[in-house]
């Protein structure tokens, strides 16, 4: 065997310290068979010697060895390699000799790929954009929830604060959420109702998880959130797809699954349909909760942007007229603070809300309590309420003025009904322009807007995309409309 | 049918408003087939007169129920529910009139329970606690962390910063989390090898998600961490229970399962075995990584403490001698800061932390921005290190003064070795006392600690249970000794 000094190699400018480099290539050096049980090493002298550096660094390093039980000290003897290791052959150090990093490209198991959740990842880092339907987060309390979250993390018992909390959220949010939607949504819910969440998706995630079996049959729209049907495949459902029209989901479409097998769950966007924005229609509204107690499904309500309605009577949620307890409530406050604020809850019968705070435990155990607990005081003092109205004021003039804009720039190209609610219009392009083309082109402009590849599934195809208005002042609108409206006179 | 107005009631100390309070009830008459469709109302002249409100709540309230399609107005005519609707047979209002609450108890839909994730709540809301081995926030940086929160909401492109972000986690904390790894576990990762998770469950239950078939066979201590256990329960995993001594779990058990069946996965806490706190022995370790190389299964190594241990030399984790890409590293800020701080990481090959990320996409869609750069700020600035310094010192004080008391005060009663790491002490108390009256009594007396129910379903039972100590002062840990020593006194 070659000697020690030469086998090891020190980089000072590296960040990890010098003797724990020496411990790790030692570790190798026995674990490759390089060195056996029972070889002698160099004293700390000589080796620290051979490699120029402080005795005491591989002191340090010995020291670590024996304890962890590599090497094993001999009464003035020496140190050794342990004795208790099993015989290893020696295996050829590739790569040169070089290190070889110990994270890799690729594992060395295999998995099942999973297809179904792939998706080209929106980074909107452009200066305009015309996105999915987000909130302009220039608008939030930010100073409000900045001041809460600090009262929170500094003030009171901070082992009971800070600590391990309950799996259904913090009690306070639970109790001023409950309150909220009873005033907001005619809900009739107490807190015992209501588990935090961090958000929709996680919402789906536990009743999928909770709910659903392999095999289960689930409706959604033809159209629909695509996390919802990420998570409805992963738990291995048969989805059935659901078309709708002018007048949200087609509910005779629903019954006709009905009659030929048994539905567990239908999953329904009733405010505004995603992505085409349309409310579900109150005789849709009743006939689907008929169906739900007659055959028993389960209505997983997703009532992403119920607070955003620009008439003065916004439809109340199915929710409140479910007699018979099969419905599931799901909201959050993405769009009434920011996406980054991953809060939101799921209403339901109190024993499925326990059944469901139990797989809490398993997915992430708790939410954040001091963030939840900031909520609460900015529910609780009006804040988001005062918040909700301001922004919703904005919004709607945002709205209004996107509308004419796209009217009267863009009326040649695109054609769309004027949302009653929601975040984002929904436009149904001319069929010769290609919209993959414009959006990358658009982008190198500094403007993104979604080539809507999520929403063109269908045959035929829509060239339908989501042109998000809310997250713009008037001045953004107006810039983006005229990069689009550019590109489309060039290109025609 | 009787009158429009005797059939509403208004509570108006509720803090629903009444125009919904109108609405909300005119809907439940026409959807219980009271009001059938043409059903003429009353003028909202008429009803306001009739209920003694203001005209214009009643306006409101039809309003919304126009918007909604319930009610249908006729030039000239008045007001009637919609003709769309299909006939409904009237139902009687039970519980003699009263409204009834639309949120309920028990769901109209079953589902299978899962007796396996059921748990006692642990709440530790007494003055004194001998936990399970939790730190100390009032030793934690909440002031800078706190700043560093308040910077990464208030400052920069809030459109960028509170949006959407990345499922792998926010780069900073990627970057930096690479660093301190490698710095401080002679790790080998880079960025790309790093997911941030929401704590260690969410690391098990991501490779659980994206790892496990249902039938899978899965390894771990015949104790361990229940969380882990529920995971794989859910999974739909084949559970083997290995067992364990002094030098930690029995490497030998695992080749003989490895001989007789495919394992897929072992799941190990080598540092400090949990709960008995012994570190896996150098030699198991090398074992253990021949052993998944040979036979072919992932190793999820939860290294949940590794920055907790008082001899000089903390024993490397198993991850950085994985040459195979057979690992999956494992850790999270629970015990460096405190358990509400919902941040951790999965360190793995770059294939298989690309597909967990896709897999983070349905569970919550991304962590938080906010509070993973503020984490990223104090690793960069060295204030996690100099706080894990700090505190590390603060522990191993606490450590020597509560083994000094248990040994002189308890010594009749219990057993247990010094722990060279870790948060808690694994005492196996003497057989003729019941842990369980143990515990209870304790709690009267203002003193929480675990009856080791989790640990205690070998049989033999073990009557062990874990006291933790870091989190309570020299002063309130000789108060909780006093306590249990005077109730073992009164019972003996």
């Known amino acids: 065997m070659q000697p020690l000094s030469s086998l090891l190699r020190i980089d000072k400018s590296d960040r990890q310290p010098v003797y724990l480099q020496i411990a790790n290539q030692l570790t190798d050096l026995i674990r490759t068979g390089i060195m056996q049980s029972g070889y002698q090493l160099l004293s700390s002298r000589q080796l620290a010697e051979a490699m120029d550096i402080h005795r005491k660094t591989v002191v340090r390093a010995y020291d670590e060895l024996l304890a962890q039980g590599w090497l094993e000290s001999r009464a003035g003897s020496g140190t050794y390699v342990a004795t208790h290791f099993p015989e290893i052959k020696p295996q050829p150090i590739s790569n040169g000799g070089k290190e070889i990093p110990n994270t890799k490209k690729i594992a060395g198991f295999s998995f099942e790929d999973k297809p ?3 998706r080209a990842v929106l980074k909107s880092m452009t200066s305009l954009r015309l996105d999915d339907g987000f909130p302009d987060p220039r608008l939030a309390p930010l100073e409000e929830l900045s001041r809460a979250y600090r009262t929170q993390l500094l003030t009171g018992n901070s082992y009971v604060k800070l600590g391990y909390g309950d799996t259904f959220g913090a009690q306070w949010l639970r109790q001023e959420l409950s309150a909220y939607l009873n005033e907001t949504r005619a809900l009739k819910t107490l807190p015992e109702n209501v588990l935090i969440t961090r ?15 392999k095999g289960d049959n689930v409706a959604l729209g033809e159209l629909s959130w695509s996390s919802a049907r990420m998570n409805f495949i992963q738990a291995g459902a048969n989805i059935f797809d659901i078309p709708s029209d002018e007048y949200g989901i087609k509910v005779d479409a629903i019954e006709a699954i009905c009659q030929k097998q048994p539905l567990r769950l239908l999953y329904v966007t009733s405010h505004h349909h995603y992505p085409t924005t349309v409310a579900l229609r109150a005789d849709r509204r009743l006939q689907l909760l008929a169906l739900s107690e007659k055959y028993g499904f389960i ?42 604020f991953r809060v939101g809850y799921l209403v339901g019968s109190e024993n499925v809300i326990n059944h469901l705070a139990q797989i809490r435990r398993i997915i992430d155990r708790q939410g954040d309590n001091m963030l939840e607990n900031a909520m609460a005081e900015l529910l609780q003092n009006g804040i988001i309420q005062r918040h909700l ?104």
Not at 400 to 427: H, R
């Open 389 to 492: 109205r301001k922004s919703l004021r904005t919004y709607r003039q945002r709205r209004d003025f996107f509308c004419d804009l796209l009217k009267s720039e863009l009326g040649n190209y695109l054609d769309f009904q004027i949302p009653d609610g929601g975040m984002a219009v929904w436009t149904r392009f001319d069929p010769k322009i290609d919209l993959g083309t414009l959006s990358q082109k658009a982008h190198q402009k500094d403007l993104y807007f979604s080539d809507g590849a999520d929403s063109n599934t269908l045959s035929p195809k829509l060239n339908s995309t989501r042109l998000g208005f809310a997250s713009s002042t008037q001045d953004e609108l107006e810039q983006s409309v005229g990069i689009i409206k550019k590109l489309l006179e060039q290109s025609s």
């Open 299 to 340: 209505i997983f309500e997703d009532d992403y942007d119920y607070d955003f309605h620009y008439l003065s009577k916004p439809l109340l949620p199915l929710a409140g007229a479910d007699r018979a307890g099969m419905l599931l409530y799901c909201g959050s406050f993405t769009k009434t603070i920011s996406p980054a």
């Open 116 to 118: 179904y959740l792939r």
């Open 199 to 213: 958000g929709t998706v996680m919402g789906l995630h536990l009743a999928c998880t909770g709910l659903l079996k």
